[in-house]
């Protein structure tokens, strides 16, 4: 099962709205991760910027006005909130993913309108509600509805493509594609495969991704462990490789992050 404490992605916390996970029905955890869904409410001018590292995955979102399939993002980027809003979203698994995008390479970075009305209208009618808790609880049971009746079961390739994905997520000694393969007795051609139908990035991407969130989540969580121990802990070869992947994806240093998470 899913942990939705899980803190990976969120950049810095403390500038979150209200903000909510519902795990996945066992029927449909092959097919979803979790459900997310924060709401906001800010003063007249006022804006609120997100920033994520992502999972490396793909939602469907659904929103006041549509529904959009966000693909996943090859970098950090970030969502600027205003005024009063909501979503509801759902983080899709490698099986999930495959039912709703043919190739999902082809929406990585790209946020695209979805054509799923019913869904749409039964979770706009559930967000209205008057309480909260009981809106969020009839908009996971519109979405619940709607997968089931829309996305197939998981196949054998999206089973395989999840354990992949599970392997990666949890083992944080898994730093190359070789491990991988190793690891689920299949070629390395065949976990590029899996990556590219079932995610749409390189299983490089993905690791790196994973390993990436995991330093950002501990050096704001512990101001103690220096930015070598880190990076050892998560396979990189160095501290100079580390801060040149919180630059190439980031845009900061691990020092500089530290910084603005200490200040948030």
Do not use: K
């Amino acid at each position: 099962m899913a942990d939705l404490s899980d803190g990976r992605g969120v950049l810095y916390p403390a500038r979150l709205p209200s903000f909510h996970r519902e795990p996945a029905p066992q029927e449909l955890r092959e097919l979803i991760r979790w459900f997310w869904i924060p709401r906001w409410n800010l003063p007249a001018g006022r804006i609120s910027r997100q920033e994520l590292l992502p999972f490396p995955a793909s939602n469907l979102v659904v929103q006041p006005e549509n529904v959009i399939l966000a693909g996943p993002t090859t970098g950090a980027s970030h969502r600027d909130l205003r005024g009063r809003g909501w979503a509801v979203g759902v983080l899709l698994r490698p099986a999930g993913i495959a039912a709703l995008h043919p190739d999902p390479r082809a929406i990585h970075d790209i946020e695209m309108p979805f054509d799923a009305t019913e869904l749409h209208q039964t979770v706009r009618a559930a967000m209205r509600h008057d309480d909260e808790t009981t809106g969020r609880e009839r908009a996971v049971g519109a979405c619940t509805a709607w997968i089931s009746a829309h996305l197939d079961p998981a196949g054998e390739s999206g089973l395989l493509a999840n354990a992949m994905e599970d392997l990666i997520s949890a083992d944080r000694t898994i730093v190359g594609v070789d491990q991988v393969a190793h690891r689920l007795g299949i070629s390395i051609r065949a976990v590029q495969r899996l990556a590219r139908r079932h995610v749409g990035l390189p299983p490089l991407t993905i690791i790196r991704r994973y390993r990436l969130q995991e330093a950002a989540q501990r050096l704001r969580e512990d101001p103690f462990l220096t930015i070598s121990q880190v990076a050892a802990d998560l396979g990189y070869a160095d501290h100079a490789h580390l801060t040149t992947d919180f630059r190439r994806v980031l845009g900061l240093t691990p020092n500089s992050y530290r910084r603005h998470t200490s200040t948030d």
